[in-house]
């Protein structure tokens, strides 16, 4: 991985630093329902304010579009924080201008401030110059923190990274070790699990780790194509059968680059998509024309364990079956927990994120037990598909 410079690097005393943080918190009739993506954030805060730094947070919250949308503000988050801290934290009404100004000239050195939501203006997400350099003038030094948000070449990302001395903050710093840790520069083997409802948006992220893994696990709907390509009936399952050729050539491509592809060998299988509806394990070339896929069966996960034992390194995306819906979560808990095991165990480094995969292995209970979940969305799977990021790019200038 390219160099990049980190809060080590940067002089920060008495400057005002510009920190672009996630804040697009779960909310519920104007409450904060869960500061994961808070906690997520708070070493970065806190080391820059004990540093003596005026801390200026820069943050998104829902789509407004460009416009002011008041349901859209971010002075509850601001408040949500202020109470994590222990603290106060100043709340200016706009990103830009006199608002973010005046707010921003009452702090003294470690004092914080966060800044309303930077979508209220349209420049934000055209990376607009105008709103880039009004942005940049309201700090000395601009901290990035938000890999969520590094897939979008954004004011706040990008713009401010091209206009002032540019560190990267602790939760960015931690999310790039951790998937450089494994998928650039990983111990082998590695194993990767991909779940999920379907192949279609899954195609890139398949065609790149087929390239980096020596196993490639694959589970959920998505697994039911694959099986079907292979000339197995899945009967009522999810299954895009329209993408049989392009399962096959994926299968083809993982045996030309050494990367074995394992699919279940049995699976749950129920007549309805439904918690509890009557199921029963069966071997996968055993499924009734009137049955459904709904999870992979203990075969599957013995043999898949089994595997992992022999792994230095997992990349997680997606779930085994249809987890919400038990008994259907069986697989998906039985091989987190064995993930789990093994990283606690110090044999496997885990990595895991993007789509349903934290609300899998918070439902498991082990998302603290792997090495590193991330808590980016769109943003893992772009890197999981080995896309350049332009946020993470912006940083390695
Ligand atoms: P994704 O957003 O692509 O990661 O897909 C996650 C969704 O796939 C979850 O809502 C699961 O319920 C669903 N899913 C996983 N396995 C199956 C399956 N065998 N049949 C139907 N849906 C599934």
């Known amino acids: 991985m390219p160099a990049f410079r980190t809060l080590d690097d940067a002089d920060v005393a008495g400057k005002r630093v510009l920190v672009r943080v996630d804040l697009n918190l779960p909310m519920q009739d104007g409450k904060v329902t869960d500061t994961t993506r808070i906690d997520r954030v708070l070493p970065t805060i806190e080391e820059l304010s004990a540093r003596g730094a005026r801390v200026v947070l820069l943050a998104h919250f829902g789509r407004p579009k460009g416009r002011r949308v008041p349901e859209m503000s971010l002075r509850p988050v601001a408040r949500a924080l202020s109470d994590i801290l222990g603290r106060p ?11 973010a100004e005046q707010a921003i000239a009452g702090l003294k050195n470690g ?8 979508r209220f203006h349209p420049g934000e997400e055209k990376n607009d110059p105008a709103f880039a350099d009004a942005l940049a003038a309201l700090g000395d030094i601009f901290v990035s923190d938000a890999f969520s948000c590094a897939h979008r070449a954004h004011a706040s990302t990008v713009g401010l990274a091209e206009r002032l001395p540019t560190y990267a903050g602790r939760c960015m710093e931690a999310e790039l070790s951790a998937l450089n840790a494994a998928l650039e520069n990983p111990a082998h083997p590695v194993a990767a699990v991909v779940g999920g409802a379907k192949v279609s948006t899954k195609l890139d992220l398949l065609g790149n780790l087929l390239e980096k893994v020596d196993y490639l696990m694959i589970g959920g709907g998505m697994a039911n194509t694959f099986l079907a390509a292979k000339g197995f009936d899945v009967g009522k399952s999810l299954c895009e059968h329209d993408l049989a050729a392009t399962a096959r050539e994926i299968m083809d491509r993982a045996d030309g680059s050494g990367c ?15 918690a509890n509806a009557p199921h029963r394990v069966a071997a996968i070339e055993d499924v009734g024309g ?16 089994a595997v992992l ?4 390194t ?15 979560d069986t697989a998906t808990v039985a091989l987190a927990r064995a993930a789990a095991e093994l990283t606690k165990a110090g044999r496997l480094l885990s990595v895991a ?7 899998a292995l918070n439902h498991a209970g082990v998302a603290g037990d792997f090495t590193y979940v991330s808590t980016a969305g769109g943003a893992f799977l772009e890197w999981l598909e080995g896309k350049t990021l332009p946020g993470v790019a912006a940083l390695m200038q």
């Open 260 to 274: 074995r592809i394992l699919l279940p060998v049995d699976a749950l299988l129920a007549k309805e998509f439904a």
């Open 89 to 99: 934290v100043t709340f200016a009404d706009d990103c830009i201008g006199e608002a």
């Open 314 to 328: 997992l990349v997680w995306n997606g779930p085994m079956g249809a987890f919400e819906i038990p008994p259907f």
């Open 353 to 359: 994120g993007g789509g349903d995969t934290v609300a």
């Open 290 to 305: 009137d049955e459904m896929i709904l999870d992979a069966g203990p075969e599957t996960v013995k043999a898949l364990t």
């Open 111 to 118: 004092d914080i401030a966060l800044l309303e939501n930077l």
């Open 309 to 312: 034992r022999e792994c230095r």
